[in-house]
Structure formats: structure tokens, C-alpha cells
């Protein structure tokens, strides 16, 4: 088993920012990937950001030059930065450890609200 905790979602006005975090039991390292994905309603989670195991980033085309996303494996804690936010971005945001088996690990969600 592994605990993914998220945090810092909030309300933001349009074009301001936010940054999520998300804290793992387990290592980091040595996985096939972390990532975030959202859930608005009545919409399917999608892929937000991911970095796999070797460092290299994915970003929705949505999030692209607005959207970070870094880890610190030390702290087994993965970040995502969030600049420009629009109220697109308004969803339910969750962290995910996905092992080299692909077995998925998710967190609890943290809701990030923009504002127009």
C-alpha cells in the first residue's frame, strides 16, 4: 500500500496561482511515474502533468507553460505549480504513484476553485 497526501488547493482569482503538493509513504524513486490528474464535474479525470522515473515531463496540451511539475525525492514529495490559472482549471485534483507493475496509487483529492 501506498499513502498519497495532497495539499494546498484553494480559491484563486483568475490568473494567479496556486502550488500542490503531494507526500507518498513510499519512494519515489524507482517508480514509473507520479503525476496529477483532475476531475471537474461531469467530466472524466484527466492527465494533468506526470514525470516519470528518469525525469522526463508530460503536460496536458491545456497546461503547457502554465503548469510545473517537480519532485524532491528525498522528501518522497512531488509538486505542482500552478501560474496563470484560469477557471478551466477549476477541478478536483489528485495525486498518483503508478509502479513498475502499473499498479496505481491515489490520493484523496484537493479541490483548486478559480474565480473569474
Known amino acids: 500500500q501506498v499513502q498519497l497526501v495532497e495539499s494546498g488547493g484553494g480559491l484563486v482569482q483568475s490568473g494567479g496561482s496556486l502550488r500542490l503538493s503531494c507526500t507518498t509513504s513510499?519512494?519515489?524513486?524507482?517508480?514509473?511515474?507520479m503525476g496529477w490528474y483532475r476531475q471537474a464535474p461531469g467530466k472524466q479525470r484527466e492527465l494533468v502533468a506526470r514525470i516519470l522515473s528518469g525525469g522526463i515531463t508530460n503536460y496536458a496540451d491545456s497546461v503547457k507553460g502554465r503548469f510545473t511539475i517537480s519532485r524532491d525525492s528525498v522528501k518522497k514529495t512531488v509538486y505542482l505549480q500552478m501560474n496563470s490559472l484560469k477557471p478551466d482549471d477549476t477541478a478536483v485534483y489528485y495525486c498518483?504513484?503508478?509502479?513498475?507493475?502499473?499498479?496505481?496509487?491515489w490520493g484523496q483529492g484537493t479541490q483548486v476553485t478559480v474565480s473569474s
Open positions: 513510499r519512494s519515489i524513486s524507482n517508480i514509473y511515474a
Open positions: 498518483n504513484w503508478r509502479g513498475l507493475d502499473a499498479d496505481d496509487y
